[in-house]
């Protein structure tokens, strides 16, 4: 799994609040409790957390791979029924990869899953000011400040490059 990515400011459900419309992961609790109630408190604990493997990039063997995949699928298959995007955004249309990124974590730790970090490189530019921009829309300056070096930091870092992503929902 790629290293865990830090939210000082902000569990994983407000950085969703903030960041997209609530429907649709309001939506996946919903059906998480309906069709998996043994993951509700795995999924809830996740929420309240301030990191998470993010990326939807995952190496496993076949089984845990197809076991992850069938369940996740299921999920935001029920969760697309429910949630009409017919009015979202480009970027928001892309819903189910938001929140498949934050069920990853819940599916792991539910199925006691081992896994190794590894650090993630981005490949071509990354529009840090935008990404600034965007922080201290929601923080004070100084925070966003020390946020931002972080990322900077974390990314100079990288040394490894993993590429498996979804893309059924795009």
């Known amino acids: 799994l790629p290293k865990k990515r830090n939210y000082y400011i902000e569990t994983l459900w407000s950085h969703y609040e ?30 309240k957390r301030r990191s998470a493997h993010m ?10 791979f197809s076991a992850y995949s069938e369940w996740l ?29 934050l069920l990853m974590d819940v599916w792991i730790e539910q199925n006691q899953i081992d896994y190794v970090e590894l650090p993630v490189m981005f490949m071509g530019n990354q529009n840090m000011v935008k990404k600034i921009w965007i922080i201290r829309k929601h923080q004070n300056q100084l925070m ?25 929902y795009r």
């Open 18 to 47: 903030h960041s997209h419309k609530i429907e649709g992961l309001e939506e996946t609790r919903k059906v998480i409790a309906e069709k998996y109630p043994d993951y509700l408190m795995k999924f809830d604990e996740v929420m």
């Open 55 to 64: 990326f939807n990039m995952i190496i496993a063997k076949d089984k845990v």
């Open 73 to 101: 699928f299921d999920v935001l298959g029920e969760v697309e029924k429910r949630v009409d995007i017919s009015d979202y955004s480009v970027s928001e249309a892309r819903i189910f990869g938001y929140i498949s990124e």
């Open 144 to 168: 966003s400040l020390l946020v931002a070096l972080h990322m900077i930091k974390r990314i100079q870092k990288c040394k490894i490059i993993l590429f498996i992503i979804m893309e059924q």
